[in-house]
């Protein structure tokens, strides 16, 4: 099986108890069975991470590359701004690796700042608003251009 990362910027972590109205009632532990069966389904090893810490995003990044595996990446709020992010999220598709981000929500139908990404010009491809749905849309497109 290969191995892909999905990764989870700040505040995923409080899914459920976080803006419910806009990122639904469902938790990370739920978004984690969720993107493993799903991967399991597509013949994919699915590890799900989630951190606060910029840092920390950035280092998955760089793993990413060093061993080569395919991200899914919801970068929440860093997405806006954390151009340390897209440098490392450039790596990724340098390195010839799917980087496929995703947003939960629509992030172009919320607030004006975040109608800009950072993120999505050095991605391979990007899925938003369509809930956890989403990570399933990208895992099923990181199969796909794994198998091309």
């Not at 939960?104 to 608003?129: E, L």
């Not at 369509?130 to 990181?142: I, P, Q, R, T």
């Amino acid at each position: 099986m290969t191995k892909v990362i999905v990764v989870n910027g700040p505040n995923l972590g409080r899914l459920g108890v976080r803006e419910p109205d806009v990122y639904g009632n469902q938790d990370l532990e739920t978004l984690r069975q969720d993107c493993e069966r799903w991967g399991t389904s597509l013949g994919l090893e699915v590890k799900l991470r989630q951190s606060d810490d910029e840092a920390e995003v950035i280092g998955w990044m760089h793993q990413a590359v060093d061993q080569q595996t395919p991200v899914v990446m919801n970068p929440a709020a860093f997405t806006h701004y954390s151009y340390g992010l897209s440098d490392a999220a450039k790596m990724v598709t340098k390195a010839g690796l799917p980087l496929i981000e995703v947003h939960i929500s629509n992030p172009s139908a919320r607030d004006m700042f975040r109608k800009y990404s950072v993120i999505s010009p050095v991605a391979t491809a990007t899925v938003t608003g369509m809930g956890f749905y989403g990570y399933k849309l990208a895992l099923d497109a990181v199969a796909h251009l794994l198998a091309e």
